[in-house]
T-cell receptor, first 116, second 115 residues
Framework: AQTVTQSQPEMSVQEAETVTLSCTYD???????LFWYKQPPSRQMILVIR??????QNATENRFSVNFQKAAKSFSLKISDSQLGDTAMYFC?????????????FGEGTQLTVNP | GAVVSQHPSRVICKSGTSVKIECRSL??????MFWYRQFPKQSLMLMAT?????????EQGVEKDKFLINHASLTLSTLTVTSAHPEDSSFYIC???????????FGPGTRLTVL
């Protein structure tokens, strides 16, 4: 079975600064996907970024980028130029890659607060 | 990204009644949808996997007779909480898998309160 661990329950950052959220996972599979989802106070889950395990290049989406270390089973999220709207709960998630019907395994979440 | 709707957004019901929650994929077909439950300040807990045209697969510890799931079309899955009790009060979230992007997209959630 796969597990996902987020060891930082809460983090805070000043507006315009950079913050990194940590995530580690455990799996015996070689082909899988990793995700970061954001859940703001509205509680709508929003996909932030996605990484295929077979790709060595780290995914980036505007101010969001990941540091994917497959051997270390680590998948951290870096948010640059933090904005007040980035305040949310962030969940790291894992799924097997065979089909998109594969279940997601979530971490415990990290509550990020961006301070003005 | 793809859009998933959920209805209703909030529902309050009396103990012993049944409540139906709908989950729709609006701009893609989803052969697989998922139902989650989330308690305050906690992660999402998968309740069941809903497959179009077949029976849902429930996670261990989830009562299939209490949480009825129907996935009658490629764009609609429903969750019915039968004989609801106060302990069923929670936030229920659905997601739908988009095969074209191999990604799950989430509905906005339903807040269920059982009095």
């Amino acid at each position: 079975a796969q597990t996902v661990t987020q060891s930082q329950p809460e983090m805070s950052v000043q507006e315009a600064e950079t913050v990194t959220l940590s995530c580690t996972y455990d799996t015996s599979e070689s082909n899988y996907y990793l995700f970061w989802y954001k859940q703001p106070p509205s509680r709508q889950m929003i996909l932030v970024i996605r990484q295929e395990a077979y790709k060595q290049q780290n995914a980036t989406e505007n101010r969001f980028s990941v540091n994917f270390q497959k051997a270390a089973k680590s998948f951290s999220l870096k948010i640059s130029d933090s904005q007040l709207g980035d305040t949310a709960m962030y969940f790291c998630a894992f799924s097997l890659a065979e089909t998109s019907g594969s279940r997601l395994t979530f971490g415990e979440g990290t509550q990020l607060t961006v301070n003005p | 990204g793809a859009v998933v709707s959920q209805h209703p957004s909030r529902v309050i019901c009396k103990s012993g009644t049944s409540v139906k929650i709908e989950c729709r994929s609006l701009d893609f077909q989803a052969t697989t949808m998922f139902w989650y439950r989330q308690f305050p300040k906690q992660s999402l807990m998968l309740m069941a996997t809903s497959n179009e045209g077949s029976k849902a697969t429930y996670e261990q510890g989830v009562e299939k007779d209490k949480f009825l799931i129907n996935h009658a079309s490629l764009t609609l899955s429903t969750l019915t909480v039968t004989s609801a009790h106060p302990e069923d009060s929670s936030f229920y979230i659905c997601s739908a898998s988009d095969f074209s992007t191999d990604t799950q997209y989430f509905g906005p959630g339903t807040r269920l309160t059982v009095l």
